[in-house]
């Protein structure tokens, strides 16, 4: 039953929470068949090596979030530890297996802090085997901390994603068992799939297989909290699903899940019903200090259970798994022993439930909370007495109200009606393309009937991602799939074309993407298209040279958006967010064609529709916020463009993480705008923070660095402080000559900039010369009569006049 090395094992995933590898150059003969199958007993994903190049490759390739326990065979120790194998993150223990001299196990074991233990007997590696793997299991991270600053779904960072996502993932598999309008599958279906997937993942563990026949023989719905505590391939399989988010196995699991849940339901119902007070409940484990700092850090912040939570009525239970004082744990850092303490509100509508029942070791008075239960913490203190830090946690309703929240807001722009499709959406929602990507594909393999929404949501990851050929071949999938049903939905139909014709726009094809959008129209009349074709004549206005055809793509973008304005009144007379977006775009055209009061009455109009319809820090307000700010700069009002960056700097900074690039455009903002009423020191401030900012942002796009770069030079210049000022020119002249994008508006601007400093300091050649390559550039990536050009111009004038002077 051994997995040795090959192709089918390297590409199999692991849906448990440990990989258990062996290196032993005889590993797969006849003598090691036993302790092989007891290993895959234990921990059913065991890779088996008989190369040493082969073991150590393959632990380099995995992900450092898995766990690997390592099991070195004595005559080899010295030929796998003298690699770097010991030093990678993803192993956490290492066993050696047979007789070592004590000298040298001595010195091993002082050498090799990860070497927990060097035994001679089968019996001797497994026990420490199931024990290193129980101890992991008990102490591994159990909650995720809410960001309270992340308001908007859209825009959530990883650790709120991770926040959310099991409540989500919850909320939307109940809700919709019993209220979509076509159920992926029937209970029936759902358990078979459940149960040959299974199957075909412990093949090879005889131990499994016995369980898997087992709940196929005699599971019903009511035993779902017996089969969850039982230490089988369901507990295994769900727990670690849930903490990786592994949307296939949870999918896999679905009805199971549904049923636990439910279970969890009826039990409290009988805890309400017969008033039983379950006040308090405890959870121990071991903890590294800077979790428990981290815990500190967020008192009164939200938490969630990244999986049902088991806890005890019982504290003494809660003692026996936290130990006391400092565990010393060289391989992953002293631990701390550490207790939750759980207050449990009477009025809590949270589902919990005592499970002591059900469970196989009824001493220990366990208490389940449900999936993704949410707690505020309330106090993290340490006991000096019981040498333990005291985690205090209040159970807590708010996490099932900001769920509601967030879909009610999102739902219009949820196109599926089956919870797997919903799913997806959900993950495309919250940022995490690559989860959702991977989870479209894998319902394509179940066989879901929904072909064309999948091929449709696959569209659109690939658009967002900027793979738009693989996006284009996946909507016309989507398209043939829709049109080729018996009853094709027109809607979706039109959907399909429409977006097709904005991945035209991301091509910078304008005229196929008007093609397009008109074929859309032919299928359903909508706001969305509307606006995406006049959109598209803003831009093929922004792109013309030639001024006349502007003007008529201007008036031809304000025809089709003044459309979609219309259908919006009919359909949301007291206004909507949606509505808001289109007043934006109209305002956007208006700015890009220099009417700059129309386009600020515009941007007003949207913002106050937002402010009536959005709650007042949402992120949306902000950006509008921002567009009404830049009018009034283009207006040269620098004190009314303040109000509104300020007002948009505070929304940011409440909905969105400290570094964030919005943040730091918003600081420049400020900085411009200062600059404008000429006070220097102020602006300096501004961009310097926005530097901060940008510097400390992942993927920064570099073009906004050198924005901020430009800013800088350009302050400086003011101050005549001229070498701080080339310095900062010259970081963006560097970043645009590396990227290829001197010809833009950007360049053009660099360059100007470059000539006013040359002009500052009397060098007027030089400052010719710069204005010059600056005009050019402006002349052929900009319309005529551009203010920018124009200001160009105005300086060479002056210059000239300096120059004769």
Same mark, same amino acid.
Not at 91 to 111: C, H, K, N, R, W
């Given at each position: 039953?051994?997995?040795?090395?090959?192709?089918?094992? $390297?590409?199999?995933?692991?849906?448990?929470d440990?990989?258990?590898?062996?290196?032993?150059?005889?590993?797969?003969?006849?003598?090691?068949?036993e302790?092989?199958?007891n /290993?895959?007993?234990?921990?059913?994903?065991?890779?088996?090596f008989?190369?040493?190049?082969?073991?150590?490759d393959?632990?380099k390739?995995?992900n450092i979030?898995?766990?690997?326990?390592?099991?070195?065979?004595?005559?080899? *120790?010295?030929?796998?530890?003298s690699?770097?194998i010991?030093?990678l993150r993803?192993i956490d223990?290492?066993?050696?297996?047979?007789?070592?001299?004590p000298?040298?196990?001595a010195?091993?074991?002082?050498?090799?802090?990860?070497?927990?233990a060097?035994?001679?007997?089968?019996e001797? +590696?497994?026990d420490n085997?199931?024990k290193?793997?129980l101890?992991?299991?008990?102490?591994?991270?159990?909650?995720?901390?809410?960001n309270?600053?992340?308001?908007?779904?859209a825009?959530?960072?990883?650790?709120s994603?991770?926040?959310?996502?099991?409540?989500?993932f919850?909320?939307?598999l109940?809700?919709?068992?019993?209220?979509?309008?076509?159920d %992926?599958?029937?209970?029936?279906?759902a358990?078979?799939?459940?149960?040959?997937?299974?199957?075909?993942?412990y093949?090879?563990?005889?131990?499994?297989?016995?369980?898997?026949?087992?709940?196929?023989?005699?599971?019903k719905?009511?035993?779902a909290?017996?089969?969850?505590?039982s %230490?089988?391939?369901?507990?295994?399989?769900?727990?670690?699903? /849930?903490?990786?988010?592994d949307?296939? *196995?949870? !999918?896999?699991?679905?009805f199971?899940?549904?049923?636990l849940?439910?279970?969890?339901?009826?039990?409290?119902?009988?805890?309400?019903?017969?008033?039983?007070?379950?006040?308090?409940?405890y959870?121990?484990?071991?903890?590294?200090?800077?979790?428990?700092?981290?815990?500190?850090q967020?008192?009164?912040?939200l938490?969630?259970?990244?999986? #049902?939570?088991?806890?005890s009525?019982n504290?003494?239970?809660?003692?026996k798994?936290?130990?006391s004082g400092?565990i010393?744990?060289?391989?992953?850092g002293? +631990?701390?022993?550490?207790?939750?303490?759980i207050?449990?509100?009477a009025?809590?509508?949270?589902?919990y439930?005592d499970?002591?029942?059900?469970?196989k070791?009824?001493?220990?008075?366990e208490?389940?909370?449900?999936?993704?239960?949410?707690?505020?913490?309330?106090?993290?203190?340490?006991?000096?007495?019981?040498?333990?830090w005291?985690?205090?946690l209040?159970?807590t309703?708010?996490?099932?109200?900001?769920?509601?929240?967030y879909l009610?807001y999102?739902?219009?722009?949820i196109?599926s009606?089956?919870?797997s499709g919903?799913l997806?959406?959900v993950?495309i929602?919250?940022?995490?393309?690559?989860?959702?990507?991977n989870?479209?594909?894998?319902?394509?393999?179940?066989?879901?009937q929904?072909?064309?929404n999948i091929?449709?949501?696959l569209?659109?990851?690939?658009?967002?991602q900027?793979?738009?050929?693989?996006g284009?071949?996946?909507?016309k999938?989507?398209?043939d799939?829709e049109?080729?049903?018996?009853s094709?939905?027109?809607s979706m139909?039109a959907?399909?074309l429409?977006?097709?014709?904005?991945i035209?726009?991301?091509?910078?094809d304008?005229?196929?993407?008007?093609?397009?959008?008109?074929?859309?129209?032919?299928?359903?009349?909508t706001?969305?298209?509307?606006?995406?074709i006049?959109l598209t004549?803003?831009?093929?206005?922004?792109?013309?040279s *030639?001024?006349?055809?502007?003007?008529v793509n #201007?008036?031809?973008a304000?025809?089709?958006?003044?459309?979609a304005?219309t /259908?919006?009144t009919?359909t949301?007379p007291?206004?909507?967010?949606?509505m808001?977006?289109?007043?934006?775009?109209?305002?956007?055209?208006?700015?890009r064609?220099?009417?700059?009061?129309?386009?600020l009455? !515009?941007f007003?109009?949207a913002?106050?529709?937002?402010e009536?319809?959005?709650?007042?820090?949402?992120?949306?307000?902000?950006?509008?916020?921002?567009n009404?700010?830049?009018?009034y700069?283009?207006?040269h009002?620098?004190?009314q463009?303040?109000?509104?960056?300020q007002?948009?700097l505070?929304?940011?900074?409440?909905?969105?993480?400290?570094?964030?690039?919005?943040?730091?455009?918003t600081?420049?903002?400020?900085?411009?705008?200062?600059?404008?009423?000429?006070?220097y %020191?102020?602006?300096l401030?501004?961009?310097?923070?926005?530097?901060?900012?940008k510097?400390h942002?992942?993927?920064?796009d570099?073009?906004s660095?050198?924005?901020?770069?430009?800013?800088?030079?350009?302050v400086?210049?003011?101050?005549?402080?001229?070498?701080?000022?080339?310095?900062?020119?010259?970081?963006?002249?560097?970043?645009?000559?590396?990227?290829?994008s001197?010809?833009?508006?950007?360049?053009?601007k660099?360059?100007?900039?470059l000539?006013?400093?040359?002009?500052?300091?009397h060098?007027?050649?030089?400052?010719?010369?710069y204005?010059?390559?600056?005009l050019r550039?402006?002349?052929? *990536?900009?319309?005529?009569?551009?203010?920018?050009?124009?200001?160009t $111009?105005k300086y060479?004038?002056n210059?000239?006049?300096?120059?004769?002077?």
């Amino acid at each position: 039953m051994s997995l040795p090395y090959t192709p089918e094992a $390297r590409n199999r995933k692991n849906k448990e929470d440990f990989i258990v590898v062996w290196y032993d150059k005889n590993v797969h003969e006849n003598q090691h068949d036993e302790l092989r199958s007891n /290993l895959r007993e234990i921990n059913d994903f065991c890779l088996f090596f008989s190369l040493k190049n082969e073991c150590v490759d393959y632990i380099k390739s995995v992900n450092i979030k898995e766990k690997i326990l390592l099991i070195i065979s004595n005559k080899f *120790v010295t030929d796998i530890l003298s690699t770097e194998i010991h030093s990678l993150r993803q192993i956490d223990s290492i066993f050696v297996y047979g007789t070592i001299e004590p000298s040298t196990s001595a010195s091993l074991m002082e050498q090799y802090y990860k070497l927990l233990a060097i035994v001679i007997t089968q019996e001797d +590696l497994i026990d420490n085997i199931r024990k290193t793997i129980l101890e992991l299991t008990r102490h591994s991270e159990l909650f995720n901390l809410y960001n309270h600053k992340q308001k908007s779904l859209a825009n959530l960072n990883e650790k709120s994603a991770a926040f959310l996502w099991p409540q989500l993932f919850k909320h939307i598999l109940i809700d919709n068992t019993h209220t979509s309008q076509q159920d %992926d599958n029937s209970q029936e279906d759902a358990r078979t799939l459940m149960i040959q997937k299974c199957r075909e993942y412990y093949r090879r563990n005889k131990a499994q297989l016995r369980n898997i026949a087992a709940f196929e023989m005699d599971y019903k719905s009511a035993d779902a909290i017996k089969w969850y505590t039982s %230490d089988t391939f369901v507990y295994k399989l769900i727990n670690k699903a /849930l903490r990786s988010e592994d949307i296939e *196995v949870l !999918y896999t699991f679905r009805f199971f899940i549904v049923d636990l849940c439910s279970n969890l339901v009826e039990d409290h119902k009988i805890i309400v019903e017969c008033e039983i007070q379950i006040p308090e409940v405890y959870r121990g484990m071991q903890m590294a200090y800077n979790d428990i700092d981290n815990l500190k850090q967020n008192i009164r912040h939200l938490v969630s259970a990244n999986s #049902f939570l088991s806890t005890s009525r019982n504290r003494n239970v809660a003692k026996k798994y936290a130990g006391s004082g400092i565990i010393k744990c060289k391989r992953r850092g002293d +631990l701390h022993a550490v207790i939750f303490q759980i207050e449990i509100p009477a009025d809590l509508k949270s589902i919990y439930s005592d499970i002591s029942y059900a469970s196989k070791m009824k001493d220990e008075e366990e208490v389940l909370f449900d999936l993704g239960t949410t707690f505020d913490i309330a106090a993290v203190e340490y006991d000096e007495k019981e040498e333990n830090w005291i985690i205090r946690l209040l159970a807590t309703d708010k996490g099932h109200e900001m769920i509601k929240h967030y879909l009610n807001y999102y739902k219009e722009q949820i196109r599926s009606t089956t919870s797997s499709g919903i799913l997806g959406e959900v993950l495309i929602i919250i940022g995490q393309y690559e989860k959702a990507r991977n989870y479209f594909h894998d319902l394509i393999q179940l066989n879901n009937q929904d072909y064309a929404n999948i091929f449709y949501n696959l569209a659109y990851i690939h658009k967002c991602q900027g793979e738009y050929e693989e996006g284009l071949n996946k909507l016309k999938q989507a398209y043939d799939k829709e049109a080729n049903k018996s009853s094709p939905s027109k809607s979706m139909l039109a959907a399909i074309l429409d977006d097709i014709g904005c991945i035209h726009i991301c091509n910078n094809d304008y005229d196929r993407a008007l093609e397009y959008f008109r074929k859309a129209l032919k299928e359903q009349i909508t706001p969305s298209i509307f606006n995406n074709i006049g959109l598209t004549y803003m831009y093929k206005a922004s792109n013309s040279s *030639v001024t006349k055809q502007a003007k008529v793509n #201007f008036k031809q973008a304000l025809k089709y958006l003044n459309k979609a304005l219309t /259908l919006h009144t009919q359909t949301w007379p007291d206004g909507h967010p949606e509505m808001a977006v289109t007043l934006d775009n109209i305002g956007r055209v208006y700015n890009r064609s220099g009417k700059y009061d129309q386009a600020l009455d !515009y941007f007003l109009k949207a913002l106050n529709m937002k402010e009536n319809v959005l709650p007042d820090d949402h992120m949306d307000i902000g950006i509008s916020s921002n567009n009404v700010g830049l009018m009034y700069d283009n207006k040269h009002d620098y004190s009314q463009s303040l109000i509104y960056y300020q007002k948009t700097l505070r929304i940011y900074e409440k909905c969105l993480p400290e570094i964030h690039p919005e943040i730091g455009t918003t600081l420049d903002n400020m900085g411009l705008a200062y600059a404008g009423l000429n006070d220097y %020191d102020q602006s300096l401030n501004y961009h310097l923070k926005a530097l901060q900012i940008k510097e400390h942002v992942e993927k920064i796009d570099s073009i906004s660095l050198s924005s901020t770069f430009i800013h800088l030079g350009n302050v400086y210049t003011h101050q005549s402080n001229y070498a701080q000022a080339y310095d900062y020119l010259n970081k963006a002249l560097n970043i645009h000559t590396q990227n290829g994008s001197l010809e833009s508006s950007e360049g053009g601007k660099l360059f100007v900039h470059l000539g006013q400093m040359y002009n500052y300091k009397h060098e007027y050649l030089q400052a010719f010369d710069y204005y010059i390559k600056g005009l050019r550039i402006q002349e052929r *990536v900009l319309r005529r009569n551009h203010p920018d050009i124009l200001l160009t $111009r105005k300086y060479l004038i002056n210059l000239k006049q300096e120059i004769i002077n």
